[in-house]
């Protein structure tokens, strides 16, 4: 068993928790021991980072420096957490003035940041350090029958100098991983367009109609279901399209998190994750049983 | 709009990011918002820039707080130039001239409370109840208290909060 601090951040945990769930059962089935420090946000890198930049790098320090003193690297699911968390690393590690700076603030919470620590975004780490081969080997119920579109989002790939996880104009690595567990991926209209999370906080309509071009991409190329990599991309679509009847016809395209597909695919019973949805699932699960 | 010596430079800073502009209009071309909602234009954030043009407009709760932090405008502009984080500059100046949107207030003001941005609603614990999930552990608020304090978080959220009575 590898050990990883937990980076579970705030949308997971009280927002989707059946993803929580997803992530909890299939990671140990690989081998990764998730480990739950008393981390806060991240801290949010839009809002956060938006009021103030030093504050956010501050924040951001504290909860690096808790798995620093664990000697733990950090495993996070959340996009918005990996972009924040591995953006704060590699400045700091890499700026000697900012560290000196957010350290003197960290002396009065007894704490140092030191920079001996590496941030993963579960999916990338599937990829990379677990690998297709080894995800593939694991299928007992490949997901055959279904066309998947998938959605990278935006701060699992970018700003990319720094996240260094995949091009982010021609993304490929999380469409091997849903192939690694049998699914169809398909190309389609927006495949690289923004959820549009971080405009909901000023005008939640502009949002909804941003996330809304994805679902007519995806409904164009038929996807039987759009699959995320983000708790807030997840947030954006599926929640989102219930939001979204507002402004537009009513669609039903079901989402998913890859981590609750991957625990399909092994042969895992989320089917009390499945019903807390907005939108049903039950259609793509009678699909892949058929 | 006068503004302090402190936000002059901070304006230079700025234009020095930016100065290589040549007003392709590539980063707008591929800006979601910009899609949806033509009076948020990164473009002419950037024209405004270039030209020194600091009046509030800029720093608008119509304008910059509408960029949603994507980018991709930065992952495209043919002269290097990162407008999201040029963007995301602009927004800390906003915050220091008071020009920040309801919900930074809101989202700021619950990390203070709880160390977090999402509530701990009944509903939310009563799902992960039934998915026996297991309690996270919560972080030590003292300490979140006073990072906010030492980094002057709590002084501008509380002027923003004045300005907003
Ligand atoms: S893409 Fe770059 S050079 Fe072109 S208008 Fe935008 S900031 Fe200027
Ligand atoms: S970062 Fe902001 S300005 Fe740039 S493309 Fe995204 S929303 Fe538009």
């Known amino acids: ?290 | 709009m006068t503004l302090t010596t402190e936000l002059k430079e901070e304006f230079k800073d700025l234009y020095d990011k930016v100065k290589l502009c040549y007003q392709c209009g590539t980063c707008a071309g591929g800006c979601p918002v910009f899609k949806q909602y033509s009076s948020f234009n990164p473009r002419r954030v950037m024209e405004k820039l270039l030209a020194g043009d600091i009046s509030a407009e800029i720093f608008d709760e119509q304008q910059i707080w509408y960029c949603t932090g994507c980018y991709t405008c930065s992952t495209r502009c043919p002269q290097g130039i990162d407008i999201c984080h040029v963007i995301n500059d602009m927004k800390n100046i906003a915050v220091k001239i008071k020009n920040a949107p309801p919900g930074i207030i809101t989202e700021m003001t619950a990390i203070l409370e709880t160390g977090i941005t999402a509530a701990k609603s009944t509903s939310a614990l009563r799902k992960r109840d039934k998915l026996e999930l297991p309690e996270i552990p919560p972080p030590d608020m003292t300490e979140i208290q006073k990072l906010m304090e030492v980094t002057g978080v709590i002084a501008k959220l509380n002027a923003l909060k004045e300005d907003a009575k």
């Open chain 1, 1 to 290: 068993m590898s050990k990883y601090a937990f980076f579970v951040g705030c949308t997971i945990p009280y927002r989707v928790p059946f993803i929580e769930t997803s992530l909890r059962k299939t990671l140990p089935i690989f081998d990764v021991e998730l480990v739950d420090l008393p981390f806060a946000c991240c801290p949010d890198p839009g809002g956060v980072q938006a009021f103030d930049s030093v504050a956010w790098h501050t924040l951001g320090a504290r909860n690096l420096c808790l798995a620093e003193e664990e000697g733990l690297d950090i495993l996070t699911a959340c996009s918005g957490c990996f972009e924040s968390l591995k953006i704060i690393n590699t400045h700091l590690k890499n700026d000697p003035d900012l560290k000196s700076k957010v350290n003197e603030h960290l002396k009065d919470v007894d704490r140092e940041f030191k920079g001996t620590i590496k941030i993963n975004h579960f999916a990338e780490f599937l990829y990379t350090e677990i690998g297709i081969d080894k995800i593939a080997q694991k299928v007992t119920n490949p997901l055959s029958g279904i066309k998947i579109a998938s959605h990278n989002g935006c701060h699992f790939l970018k700003p990319t100098d720094i996240m260094q996880v995949d091009n982010p104009e021609l993304p490929q690595k999380l469409d091997h991983l849903l192939e690694a567990l049998g699914a169809e991926t398909v190309p389609y209209l927006n495949k690289l367009a923004c959820c549009g999370a971080g405009t909901r906080t000023t005008d939640m309509d502009a949002a909804l109609k941003i996330a809304h071009e994805k679902i007519v991409g995806a409904e164009l190329a038929n996807a039987d279901a759009l699959v995320t990599v983000c708790p807030t991309c997840y947030v954006s679509y599926d929640i989102g399209q219930r939001l979204m009847t507002k402004h537009f016809e009513k669609t039903t395209l079901p989402v998913f998190f890859y981590a609750e597909l991957l625990g399909l695919a092994i042969g895992l019973d989320f089917s009390a994750g499945f019903k807390m949805h907005t939108i049903k699932v039950q259609e793509v699960l009678d699909k892949l049983t058929a």
